[in-house]
């Protein structure tokens, strides 16, 4: 009888092996990467600031071009936000066009609105301006229209300064009627026993052709002086009266009124009721003597 063979012993299976150690590097930069990075900084910054200072180009029509020339500066407010880049003739013949590039600081002005002239020379005693255009060099003069006015890059020149806006300081603004402007224009003086007192603001002609219309604004403090039997006249220039007897009488008025034109008004000794804005006035041509010695007394406000 065969003996059956005795089990053997249990053995637990070996443990396994331990994780192999891995070892982890750390990657550095190296210092030949920043060269490259840092040119690639410095011309995508100059790239944005090349885009954010690039002119603003527009266009004027100028009905002629008065002796603007390329590098002619544009101005608002006396300060430079332009210049001038071209001046050619319109494909018409019939106008000048101004390629103009403005100054990224004055984008604003770029809208619809704006008003464009060239500045001409002034004299008066209160003001000399423009004198440089004589022989020196052109100035456009910019008006910016509203702040929220749409773009625009295409605009129409005056041929002259805007008539000065109406006031809004309480200034009586009326009307004269007159056979010529003479030399009279905006900014020209109105006086009072030859004390500005007010201004001319802007003229046109006369709706059926008949007569220049003048509108004038005299001062909140001297409007009381303003009466219906006030008499208004210009006092452009010289006035010469030769008589047999009396000789040769000659009267000038300021020399501010001789190169620029001004206004004068005198009130009767017995004043009239006083008159509301947009009163029309006939303006003699020449003062009559009875005027000059008025002397009437008129409380005025006080400034």
Same mark, same amino acid.
């Given at each position: 009888?065969?003996?059956?063979?005795?089990?053997?012993?249990?053995?637990?299976?070996?443990? #396994?092996?331990?994780?192999?150690?891995?070892?982890?590097?750390?990657?550095?930069?190296?210092?030949?990467?920043?060269?490259?990075?840092?040119?690639?900084?410095?011309?995508?910054?100059?790239?944005?600031?090349?885009?954010?200072?690039?002119?603003?180009?527009? /266009?004027?029509?100028?009905? &002629?071009?008065?002796?603007?020339?390329?590098?002619?500066?544009?101005?608002?407010?006396?300060?430079?936000?332009?210049?001038?880049? &071209?001046?050619?003739?319109?494909?018409?013949?019939?106008?000048?066009?101004?390629?103009?590039?403005?100054?990224?600081?004055?984008?604003?002005?770029?809208?619809?609105?704006?008003?464009?002239?060239?500045?001409?020379? *002034?004299?008066?005693?209160?003001?000399?301006?423009?004198?440089?255009?004589?022989?020196?060099?052109?100035?456009?003069?910019?008006?910016?229209?509203?702040?929220?006015? #749409?773009?625009?890059?295409?605009?129409?020149?005056?041929?002259?300064?805007?008539?000065?806006?109406?006031?809004?300081?309480?200034?009586?603004?009326?009307?004269?009627?007159?056979?010529?402007?003479?030399?009279?224009?905006?900014?020209?003086?109105?006086?009072?026993?030859?004390?500005?007192?007010?201004?001319?603001?802007?003229?046109?002609?006369?709706?059926?052709?008949?007569?220049?219309?003048? /509108?004038?604004?005299?001062?909140?403090?001297?409007?009381?002086?303003?009466? &219906?039997?006030?008499?208004?006249?210009?006092?452009?220039?010289?006035?010469?009266?030769?008589?047999?007897?009396?000789?040769?009488?000659?009267?000038?008025?300021?020399?501010?009124?001789?190169?620029?034109?001004?206004?004068?008004?005198?009130?009767?000794?017995?004043?009239?009721?006083?008159?509301?804005?947009?009163?029309?006035?006939?303006?003699?041509?020449?003062?009559?003597?009875?005027?000059?010695?008025?002397?009437? *007394?008129?409380?005025?406000?006080?400034?």
């Amino acid at each position: 009888m065969t003996t059956p063979p005795e089990p053997s012993p249990h053995i637990p299976p070996p443990p #396994p092996p331990p994780p192999a150690a891995r070892i982890a590097r750390t990657r550095r930069w190296s210092l030949a990467w920043l060269l490259p990075l840092a040119v690639l900084a410095a011309l995508i910054t100059l790239g944005v600031q090349a885009t954010g200072e690039r002119p603003i180009p527009i /266009t004027i029509r100028f009905a &002629e071009g008065a002796g603007l020339r390329p590098g002619d500066q544009v101005s608002c407010k006396g300060v430079k936000v332009g210049e001038v880049r &071209e001046v050619r003739l319109a494909p018409d013949a019939q106008s000048v066009l101004v390629e103009v590039a403005l100054d990224r600081s004055a984008a604003s002005t770029a809208v619809e609105g704006s008003r464009f002239w060239i500045i001409r020379p *002034e004299v008066s005693l209160r003001r000399v301006s423009g004198l440089d255009a004589i022989l020196g060099p052109r100035t456009i003069a910019l008006e910016p229209g509203p702040i929220d006015a #749409p773009r625009a890059t295409r605009f129409d020149g005056l041929e002259s300064a805007p008539p000065l806006p109406d006031p809004t300081d309480g200034s009586l603004t009326l009307t004269l009627r007159a056979n010529r402007r003479s030399s009279l224009s905006p900014g020209s003086p109105v006086t009072y026993r030859d004390i500005r007192v007010g201004q001319v603001l802007s003229y046109r002609l006369a709706s059926d052709a008949t007569a220049a219309e003048i /509108t004038i604004a005299v001062e909140p403090q001297y409007a009381a002086l303003v009466r &219906e039997n006030t008499r208004f006249f210009n006092t452009s220039g010289i006035t010469a009266d030769w008589g047999i007897f009396k000789g040769l009488d000659i009267r000038t008025d300021s020399l501010e009124s001789i190169v620029t034109g001004a206004i004068g008004l005198a009130t009767p000794n017995k004043p009239g009721p006083r008159v509301g804005a947009g009163h029309t006035f006939e303006l003699a041509s020449v003062p009559n003597n009875d005027w000059l010695n008025w002397e009437p *007394e008129i409380p005025l406000r006080e400034n």
